[in-house]
């Protein structure tokens, strides 16, 4: 059943519109991640789904009855009171009545109480009584103290606050604008766990892959004006996105040529001939007009570290480090050792002291006790989470070289300008001065600072943060090519599996332990630490092999005709599957109604799944014949 329908709608801010007469039905119980590059509109999205703005063009429909609630990417400002208020405002009058009842309650004078009961009469009213008792699950569910300041909570609990504040109005559409972004590994598992016990409809936009994989069941692509459907998981969107913007280069690449061969016959056409074929020009004019309008995809970054002479073998050694702040230990007893090529992933709630344990490693703060030794021609780039680095005041070329041209990138000097644009900022952005550069913008920026410079030791602090996911990808890809030593803090899941070697982990007590790869390596080894203590006798006990079975299999009739049957099934379903993806590759089978696309996306699924059990079967029919 559609909840929402958006039909030809436009939206833009000046230039090019951001989205160009698109459309997009919402069904009950939808799973939808909105994906595309920083700036394409995304977020945009999400305000004309929620009401709070209006398309210039077109119409967005709620279905009757459907209530919505968002959890914005920033923290509103202007929001205070406590933790109970913050979360009470998403229930409208009910929940300011339950928050004045809240104060009321602990008021014993005669006034107040006059006053609480004629507020809890109008709360029997409103039937808000039951949720009263939603607000307190919620809370108590998310781990929030409902009596804390929200002006004094870090920004992680300020987010869990606002989601609570979602979640308590029981809304049959949520829309979620990058929920993981500054929560802990830890909150991220509350946040998925109390989001796999909602039953309505999810609206995303998340860089978190971990997120996306476990929640995405349909991928809308947002690009280039346009809005694409998928109705998929996000790997096979990957893999169905690849083939379709193939088979657009080719198609483009087919009609440029025929442009440029229409274009040298005009030419030509006119010293040669007194009389042209009129048709002949009037389809020029046309094919002259699809080049215009044709809006190109938005290019990729590119960057490249630039590498320092090697270190020593030996990067850093700490030995029975101890720090505190104030009288509260935050590192104890730790001890570690840094090699070359070492990639160290650092984990743990907020407030454990990631950033702490990174500043001891690197000398910038001095042990209360034990000792630091660095190795040799150490050059260190470092990436701050918290964007210091940066001054809001001056624009993005002079945060880069401080007023000069041009820059010096390894052996290199380039053009400030030239530069920038490998990140994505136009000649006009980079004249901008910082402070209106969106989040993703600020993280891109800081990037192009730290890879300008060589290094052979990167630190990264919470590097994916606001960033797309292509960038976060290449990112990626170049850290993995990297010859030097990487100290990470991060809480992107995905990004600390396919990055780390090591993980360093922070339990909020002082205490680091060391483990052995990355994030899912961590869980298995946590969780086989746990089960051992909890069950020792597992320590000790092992599964005794089986005996080889002396029974001979032999197949039967029915079984050996399956066997000469199944390798032409087998090829008849291959077949099958490459005419779909053939089809599914051309952009314009994306234009017909969504009932088609859906069926040939669920008849690719049980291909997909026939094969593998056709494959299976004849694997274990072969190897018993």
Known sequence: MSQLSIRNVSMGFGGADL???????????????????????????????????????????????????????????????????????GLGETGHLLAELRILSECPDDASMRKRAKTESRLAELEGWGAAQRMDRVITRLELDADAPFADLSAGVKRRTLLARALVAEPDLL????????????????????????????????????????????????????????DCDYDTFLMRQADRNEAENTQNAVFDKKLAAEETWIRSGIKARRTRNMGRVRALEQLREQRRARRERIGSVRMQ???????????????????????????????A??????????IGPNGAGKT??????????????????????????????????????????????????R???????????GYLQDFLFTPERSRSPVRILSGGERNRLLLARLFARPSNVLVLDEPTNDLD??????????????????????????????????????????????????????IRQRDTVGDKKSHPEKETSKEKPRAPSNRQIKLGFNEKRELEVLPGRIEALEAEQKRLYE??????????????????????????KELAEAYERWEYLESVK
């Open 583 to 608: 089809t599914m590759t051309d952009p314009a089978f994306y234009q017909q109604d969504g009932g088609s696309v859906a069926a040939a996306s669920d008849r690719l699924k049980t291909i997909e």
């Open 175 to 230: 829309l979620l604008d990058e929920p993981t972004n500054h929560l802990d590994i830890a909150a991220i598992d509350r946040l998925e766990a109390e989001l796999e016990k909602f039953s309505g409809t999810l609206v995303f936009i998340t860089h978190d892959r971990a997120f996306l994989r476990r929640f995405a069941r349909r991928i809308v692509s947002i690009g280039r004006g346009r809005l694409t459907a998928w």
């Open 356 to 405: 702490t344990l990174l500043q001891l490693l690197l000398g910038d703060l001095p042990p209360d006790r034990g000792h630091l030794r660095h190795g040799t021609r150490l050059q260190v780039a470092y990436f701050d989470q918290l964007r210091a680095q940066l001054d809001p005041d001056k624009s993005v070329a002079d945060n880069l070289a401080d007023g000069k041209d």
């Open 19 to 89: 989205l160009d007469g698109v459309d997009l039905e919402i069904h009950a119980g939808d799973r939808i991640c909105l994906l595309g590059r920083n700036g394409t509109g995304k977020t945009t999205l999400l305000k004309l789904i929620s009401g709070d703005i209006k398309p210039d063009s077109g119409e967005i429909f709620a279905h009757s009855g459907v209530r919505t609630a968002r959890l914005p990417q920033n923290v509103p400002p202007g929001l205070s009171g406590t933790v109970y208020d913050v979360v009470a405002a």
């Open 407 to 417: 820059i010096a990138v390894g052996d290199q000097t380039r053009h400030v300008i």
């Open 337 to 346: 050792t840094v090699m070359r090529g070492d990639k160290v992933g650092i």
């Open 469 to 522: 996911m292509e960038t976060v990808e290449l990112l990626e890809e170049r850290l993995m090519d990297y010859p030097g030593t990487l100290l990470l803090v991060s809480h992107d899941r995905a990004f600390l599996n396919n990055m780390v070697t090591s993980t360093l982990v922070l339990d909020g007590s002082g205490t680091v332990t060391e483990f052995i790869g990355g994030y899912d390596d961590w």
């Open 305 to 335: 570290i630039q590498e320092a002479q090697r270190t020593g073998k030996l990067v850093i050694s700490a030995e029975d480090v101890d720090y505190a702040w104030d009288t509260r230990p935050v590192i104890r007893e730790f001890s």
